[in-house]
């Protein structure tokens, strides 16, 4: 994989939502995150929707 290609850094960013990211793909996002506004607001967008179904999970669980 080549070092700052936007589209294994964002792939990179949703991997970190699953798992921990070895130290050289965590590297290779730092690195790319100050160059990138495309990724930076990738990575917001992935937050707010991260935030937005945790939620939503936790209201779904006080209806029940």
Known sequence: MLPGKCKDVTRLLSD???RRLT????V?????L?????CRQYREQIA?????AKAAAGQGDEEA
């Open 28 to 32: 290779q996002v730092r690195v790319h």
């Open 23 to 26: 130290v050289h793909e965590r």
């Open 16 to 18: 970190a939502l699953d």
């Open 34 to 38: 100050p160059n990138c506004s495309g």
């Open 48 to 52: 707010l929707l991260r935030a937005a």
